[in-house]
């Protein structure tokens, strides 16, 4: 299936560290070729990956955290090879949703035991690529305090329920069309979710949207617990569709998490599906 893997190990990363030799090993008892190891800190990371895109690579292996995973799939999708996105950091978000697991040995063996390389579909907001999902709006302190949850400070996160519920209730509202259609004249938050990446997925070839509202303070308790818990799509409040492509009109600039990422982009913002985002060793989820 490929002849020169290589593997990237990101040793800035939240919880990775040197795993060369147990790949080497992994790698050895199926009769692999042994891939090229590179032990990185973050500041080595741009250069490797362009380094990638030239080198013969038929095979890219990173494992670190979200930012490092995306920037190894960018980069794989650069170099036109197959990816395989090990966790190693704290959310993990796409080795999740590609393989259902936060355990990178586990990752790996689901990934190897593919037959072949898929395609991945990825977002683009304006010129910014996400693979997995996309947060629009105040709400995004939702993700900081889910994580908090997940990581165990449940008193932590309890207190970060007062600074959701004012974004939710105080924030500013914005219009957004789904596939030139308006979805939601005044959404508060706005969570994108790429093809595959949840569990219960209902297209492979669409968006899955999730529209906040301004809501009052008793229902907001309400959803501010779920998002917590679980996920705000099952409240009866929030609004969901489908859509190959999303636009927000207006003006000024939005915070927004690609990919569990910070970053700000500027209105008018244009957020397209690419069925070939990137190659994956993945099973299909669809």
Known sequence: ???????????????????????????????????????????????????????????????????????????????EVPFIALPGGTMNLLPKALYGTDDWKTALEIALSQPAPRWQAAGRVNEATFFCGALFGDPIVISEARETLRNGEILEAIKQIPDILTAISHGERFTFKADGKVFDKASNGLQISCPSMRNDAKSETHFELASVPQLTMAKLATIGAIALADDWRSSHDVM??????????????FDILLDG??????????????????KVLAPKKI
Request: with cysteine.
């Open 261 to 278: 990422e910070p970053e700000t982009v500027s209105c008018p913002i244009t957020i397209n599906l690419d069925p070939k985002g990137v």
């Open 1 to 79: 299936m490929f002849k020169s893997p290589s593997l990237i190990i990101n040793l800035g990363s939240g919880s990775a560290s040197d795993i060369s030799h147990e790949i080497e090993a992994i790698f050895n008892e199926r009769g692999l070729p042994q891939p090229t190891i590179y032990l990185a800190q973050p500041s080595d990371l741009g250069a490797l990956f362009e380094r990638i895109n030239g080198d013969g690579t038929d095979l890219l292996i990173v494992y670190g955290g979200d930012g490092t995973l995306k920037s190894g799939a960018e980069a794989a999708q650069k170099a």
């Open 240 to 253: 969901t569709t489908l859509a190959e492509t999303v636009t927000i009109t207006g003006q000024g600039a």
